[in-house]
């Protein structure tokens, strides 16, 4: 049985991991969170004090980063451990984008992310999903907001978690910083495939942005 794969990319903040997730339960598809992937090593380095590429690259024929479901949600282990929940702070962001840019980490996760949509018909979110892992996806979309906008919801997000962590004004220039180095790496940067559907969501809230990337899909799939 043949499989769709649709891919969402974006920015940080923009609510790809949000909307790709309701997409894909709405679908009736897996959803297939790539960002908490290079979380779970970024924050394995972390832990381990690798910090140079040399180091990085030694530590990860230590790893293990496995994709488990419990009621359709995402639970990403490294050798075993569920660190789903510890994979959510700046600093374990800013890890993120650092080790994304490096070949040995993107090709260490390149072979699991392409047999999940083999395997599965997956809602995939990232940032070079739609331009290299899944380049021949039956629906590419290309989720963006403002920074100001993708800056409140990282914000409030961080808020109801842990109250007091950032100042907006802070958050705002983890998110600036954070586009630069996305878009600037020299391995897979941050850009919208030429067959990408843009979405905007600035002024859109979470069920209208459902809506718009719902559209999108059910127009390119014919639903």
């Known amino acids: 049985m043949k499989t769709i794969n649709i891919a969402v990319d974006g920015p940080s903040g923009a609510g790809k991991s949000t909307l790709a997730r309701r997409i894909a339960a709405r679908l009736g598809y897996i959803y297939v969170d790539t960002g908490a992937l290079y979380r779970a090593i970024a924050y394995d380095m972390l832990q381990h004090h690798a910090e140079t590429e040399q180091e990085i690259a030694e530590r990860l024929p230590q790893l293990r980063i496995s994709i488990a479901y419990e009621d359709g949600v995402q639970h990403v282990l490294v050798n075993g451990t569920d660190v789903s929940g510890r994979i959510r702070t700046p600093e374990v962001s800013m890890g993120a984008s650092r080790v994304s840019a490096i070949p040995a980490v993107r090709q260490f996760l390149f072979a699991l992310q392409q047999q999940l949509a083999r ?11 739609g331009t290299v892992v899944l380049p021949d996806a039956d629906v590419k979309i290309f989720l963006t907001a403002s920074p100001e906008k993708r800056a409140m919801r990282r914000f409030l997000e961080l808020e109801e978690k842990q109250p007091g962590v950032q ?8 998110v600036i910083r954070r586009d630069e180095q996305d878009m600037t790496r020299e391995i897979s940067p941050l850009r ?32």
């Open 119 to 129: 395997d599965h018909s997956v809602v995939m979110d990232g940032r070079d999903i």
């Open 167 to 174: 100042t907006y004004d802070e958050v705002l220039a983890d």
């Open 192 to 223: 919208q495939a030429e067959d990408a559907v843009l979405v905007d969501t600035s002024d859109a809230d979470l069920e209208q942005s459902e809506q718009m990337l719902l559209d999108v899909c059910k127009e390119k799939l014919k639903l």
